[in-house]
């Protein structure tokens, strides 16, 4: 392969790495921030499954009409959430978790109906609260592991990130040995023919390869036997005319 053809190689190469890396950090910022997004709203769900465990424990324990009509609120903001969260993905398993976590919060009107209704009787109440805390906990464990799920996407996308530019330092590695062959055949040409004009007819450079080195190196050779074969001409004609005269 000649020097021209490795150049374009190179320039084509380190064109297309840039190409291909930047396009691949812009997609996986793009999915990352997605990901990291999706983790802050699992967040949001743990803690509002966490507000509404509080608001049950409040109104059985107090039978505040405010802790009744904040869990109403919190109850109806968590469904509505879900509802967006669940148009927005298409990860199976985020939408099964979101399928259980809707499933389960529409379930907790029915429990705070009986828990209301029961607050004349203990007992009932008990249960009543006791089935709802336990609905919560399963709410809040899916909740987490959504937030677990997302996480572990944001740091797949981040290890991801290292192909670019493992992309690039090949490239630099491959733009830097070529540059190095070009420079290491220009200097010898430069020292070859230094040697030559420094008198040294008989040095000859060494020729590999078929690309513009080898035609140069040869082309230096064959001047040099030509000025040495026209020093030998000159020599001998110098020599007879010495003689003669």
């Known amino acids: 392969m000649n020097i021209r053809t490795r150049i374009t190689t190179a320039l084509v190469f380190a064109a297309v790495a840039f190409l291909i890396s930047t396009a691949s950090a812009l997609w996986s910022w793009q999915w990352m921030g997605r990901s990291t997004a999706r983790v802050t709203e699992a967040q949001a769900l743990v803690r509002a499954v966490f507000e509404l465990s509080l608001l049950v424990h409040e109104y059985r324990d107090t039978g505040s009409e405010r802790a009744l009509f904040q869990w109403q ?118 020292a070859g023919m230094a040697a030559i004009g420094q008198g040294k007819l008989d040095h000859r450079l060494t020729v590999s390869g078929r690309d513009e080195f080898a035609v140069l190196a040869t082309g230096v050779n064959r001047m040099a036997e030509q000025l040495q074969t026209l020093y030998a001409e000159l020599a001998g004609k110098v020599e007879a005319l010495s003689s003669a005269k």
Not at 127 to 133: E, G, K, P, R
């Open 73 to 190: 609120r919190s109850h109806e903001r968590l469904s509505a959430e879900l509802e967006r969260m669940r148009g927005i993905g298409n990860d199976p398993v985020d939408q099964a978790l979101l399928r259980r976590l809707s499933s389960d919060n529409a379930l907790m009107m029915d429990g705070m109906v009986r828990l209301t209704q029961s607050r004349t009787a203990p007992e009932a109440a008990s249960v009543a609260q006791d089935t709802l805390q336990l609905r919560y906990n399963v709410m809040a464990s899916d909740a987490d592991r959504l937030a677990a799920h997302a996480n572990e996407r944001v740091n797949a996308w981040g290890r991801l990130q290292v192909l670019p530019l493992l992309l690039l330092a090949i490239t630099v590695a491959l733009a830097t040995a070529a540059s190095r062959r070009v420079l290491r055949g220009l200097n010898r040409i430069a």
